[in-house]
């Protein structure tokens, strides 16, 4: 399976069971240190993000994020890590329609950059650490950390709290890594175009009703 990154990358064969569409296969594949598309409502953005887990990111899979989405990489993490982080609000009044609750963005301290795909990793690898230090961290950067609200998918039905869920089901600090997919012309993916980027791919698609659905049935309330 070509995934258009470095031949270097040994970890990025496409999963067995990409062509299902079960949530215990994503938790699985994202515990694995893969990567899912996760797609929310129509009536919603109506959009696909790739997700994978800060704590195993590698330098591939940011440059195939990099190079299939906008080049924005967010990390979705609890309100409580991003304080012990030290990482505010980005403004002090949120008007963004679905109310993106970003913070000021970051890089790791030890990182060149920033901007490269092995210095994302590391900054995300740092956000990812089970005891957060703020202290390994440097303001602004090229990561766009998000606060996900607590009760995830069942409060808020967006990108940035499946990936947090997927993340955290997946037994990892719940650190989520998430970029919005987008076409060769630079307008967003949806519908039919993400069905044939998984295929392409293959990667696992779900979308934020099944998690929802999933945590009910489970019981992870």
């Not at 609000?89 to 679905?98: G, I």
Request: with cysteine.
């Amino acid at each position: 399976m070509d995934w258009e990154i470095s031949p270097a990358s040994k970890d990025l064969s496409p999963p067995e069971r990409a062509e299902s569409s079960s949530i215990d296969d994503a938790i699985e594949i994202v515990a694995s240190g893969g990567m899912v598309i996760v797609v929310d409502d129509h009536d919603r953005e109506n959009e696909g993000d790739l997700i994978a887990s800060a704590a195993t990111i590698t330098p591939e899979i940011i440059a195939f994020m990099v190079n299939h989405s906008t080049g924005i990489l967010c990390a979705s993490m609890s309100d409580e890590h991003a304080d012990a982080l030290a990482l505010p609000p980005m403004v002090a009044r949120n008007d963004d329609p679905q109310a993106t609750a970003f913070t000021v963005t970051c890089d790791a301290k030890a990182s060149g950059t920033g901007v490269s795909a092995k210095d994302r990793a590391l900054s995300f690898h740092v956000l990812a650490k089970p005891t957060p230090d703020p202290a390994l961290l440097r303001r602004p950067g090229h990561i766009f950390p998000l606060r996900a609200r607590r009760g995830g998918v069942f409060v808020r039905q967006g990108h940035t709290e499946a990936a947090y869920d997927i993340v955290r089901l997946a037994g990892h600090t719940p650190v989520g890594v998430l970029c919005e997919l987008v076409n060769p012309d630079g307008s967003m993916m949806s519908g039919v175009r993400l069905d044939e980027f998984a295929r392409k791919y293959g990667l696992l698609k779900v979308s934020v009703g099944q998690l929802i659905d999933w945590r009910r049935t489970n019981k992870d309330i």
